[in-house]
Structures are given as C-alpha cells and as structure tokens.
C-alpha cells in the first residue's frame, strides 16, 4: 500500500554553489592498501584495534577555492558489510599548521573544533571499492582562508563480527597519526605516518538519502527492512519503502525525526522487544498498512530553499504482536539530507 506524507520541516542551512563532493586523493575507491586504522578489524572486543584515535590533515589547496559547508564525509571500504561501534566520534577543524604534531591536543591548538558525529551503539553498512557517506549529524562550514583541514575519529568498541575478507578501508597519501590498543582512554600522543591516511569524499550539496542500523526480528523470524526509491530534492518526492515484513504485521508507522542525538538510540530490550531500537526523535508520523509485507510511503519536498542541507531521519515501527511481548518491532532507519 502507498501513502504520502508532506514534509515541512524548518531550518537555517543554505545551499552552497559548489560541486557535490570533492575527493581526496581522487575519485578511485578502489586503489590503495586496505588498512583497520582508525575504524577497527573484525571484533568489536578486539584489544588491538577495537578502541582507536586517528586524526589525518587535509591541505587546503586539495579543497575547492570556496567557502563551501561540508554535509559528510565518505570512505572507501575494502569489504561489503555492517561496521559496528560502541561509539564513534567525528571531529573537524582548520588549522595554519602545515603538518600534524604527535600530540593530539597540540593539532587542535588556537582552532575552532567541531563535533560532527558524536553517536553509540553505531552500525555502519559500506560497500566495497565505493564510497559509504558516515552519516554525520552536522555540517562543517570550509573556509579556504582559514587553512588546512583537519577530521579527527575516535571509536570504542570496534569491528565488523560479521564481515569477512579485508576489514580495512582505503588508504591513500594523508599523513595520519593514531593510537591504538588503549582501554579506558586515548594516549596524549600518536604514532606518525606521513601517508596511509584513509581516501576520503567531501560531499558539500546535493541530495543525498543513506541507510544505517538494524532491524529487530519479526514474527515468523521475519526481518523487516527500510529502504527508499528517489531523493530528498527541492519540488520533488521520494519514496520510502517497507519490505519483509512479516504478513501478521497488521499495521505499520513510519516516524521521522530532525536529530538522532542523545538519548537515541533506546534500546527496546527491557520493555520486552530484544534487538530493537528507535534510533531518533520522534517528530512526525504516517501509518500505512502493509499487503503482502510490504509498504511504501512517498515523501513529498515542498520547494522552499531553507530545507537544503536539513537532515531527516525515519523509520518504520510495526505492530507485530507476534514477535514479543512488546507486540512492537523496527527496522533499519534513513538519514535524508535535503538538496536541490
């Protein structure tokens, strides 16, 4: 069954003129040595890789000549699968510095830092030899005048348990420093590598839709499934789609959200539906009812230029009463980010 649903949301972000995405070294996901720095291996209880710091500069030069808001960052990873963090955590920064101290602190000296991502209880799908956007909860404004670019990730609790092959992501010629192997907190200081930092993709403008979390098992071990047709642009619609659904799901919400910061995610655990999760606030609802497992719910983008580079969360809660005791179940969720 189809339903629409339009979305009116306020915001103060612009769109920047600029090309979409700009990439470091180049465009290429595939080339390059894979390395587990600074996104982990396969267990997330990994005492090497598990828990990482990692901070990387980007010459200003590199970048376009334009003050430009950057909306995510991509990577390139080796392998398809699911990453999984504990936590993870995305700084930004510019600097005059022309190369990286060993001394994490001293690289974020007289610059004004920003946290893009700071989120727990994270899964990630990539895609090997392309580039998977992170997800980042805000966007970081890039002035070319005011130097070098520098991204920082921190992560605990580490790994892709259900991977297999290369764990790693892309290297390119960065300089880097990192530590690794660290419990309770991150060292002072670094190992240095005047290259192996990760290739990375600037994404500045454009709509962009991506996919992120789990779905929580279903009745008749169904798994549910969000996904979407089309993109989040100006005066146009996209769809977003439900699929798997178990047939005793009688009924079906998809919530959206404008943040997906703390307390989200909740686990719905204790009130008696293991392995599911709302993964963002709760701003705006469309029931539909599923035939056959399946729903769709088109989005429809009014044409009003104070949406661009607004992000959007959404999910689908089922009523499953079959599944558990909470009688409810959920899906993976989307991050919209609004362009022209």
């Known amino acids: 069954m189809r339903a629409y649903l339009p979305i009116l949301v306020l915001a103060v972000l612009h769109s920047a003129k600029a090309q979409n995405c700009a990439y470091v070294p180049d465009k290429n996901a595939s080339s390059g040595a894979c390395y587990v720095i600074p996104f982990g291996s396969f267990k997330t209880d990994d005492t090497k890789w598990s828990n990482q710091k990692y901070q990387t500069l980007i010459p200003s030069s590199a970048l376009p000549n334009a003050s430009l808001t950057i909306r995510d960052l991509g990577f390139a990873a080796c392998t398809d699968g699911m990453r999984e963090f504990a936590s993870i955590r995305v700084r930004m920064w510019q600097t005059q510095r022309p190369a990286l101290s060993t001394m994490f602190e001293e690289n974020l000296r007289n610059s004004k830092v920003a946290t893009v991502l700071d989120a727990r209880d994270y899964s990630w799908p990539v895609s090997a030899d392309a580039w998977s956007r992170i997800g980042l909860q805000h966007s970081f404004p890039f002035d070319p005048k005011l130097g070098n670019l520098g991204v920082e990730i921190e992560v605990r609790g580490a790994g892709a348990p259900k991977l297999s092959g290369l764990a790693g992501f892309h290297d390119s010629n960065l300089p880097r420093i990192y530590a690794a192997g660290w419990t309770s907190k991150p060292p002072d200081s670094g190992k240095e590598s005047q290259q192996a930092g990760l290739r990375m993709a600037l994404c500045f403008a454009g709509a962009m839709v991506d996919v992120f979390g789990h779905s929580c098992q279903g009745s008749s071990a169904t798994l549910a499934k969000l996904d979407y047709s089309g993109l989040p642009r100006l005066a146009s619609s996209l769809a977003i789609v439900l699929e798997g659904a ?95």
């Not at 079906?252 to 655990?269: E, N, R, Y």
């Not at 999760?277 to 497992?293: C, E, M, N, Q, R």
């Not at 580079?309 to 005791?325: C, H, K, W």
Request: one cysteine or more; hydrophobic letters at 45%; aromatic letters at 8%.
């Open 246 to 340: 178990s047939a005793k799901a009688r009924f079906a919400v998809l919530t959206f959200g404008l943040t997906s910061q703390h307390p989200f995610p909740i686990a719905l655990d204790n009130l008696g539906a293991k392995g599911c999760t709302l993964y963002h606030s709760f701003d705006l609802a469309a029931g539909v009812i599923p035939k056959d497992g399946s729903a769709s719910i088109t989005v429809v983008i009014p044409r009003s230029a104070v949406l661009v580079g607004q992000r959007i969360y959404t999910q689908f809660v089922l009523d499953d009463r079959e599944a558990n005791s909470l009688g409810l179940t959920t899906t993976n969720y989307a991050r919209l980010l609004v362009g022209n």
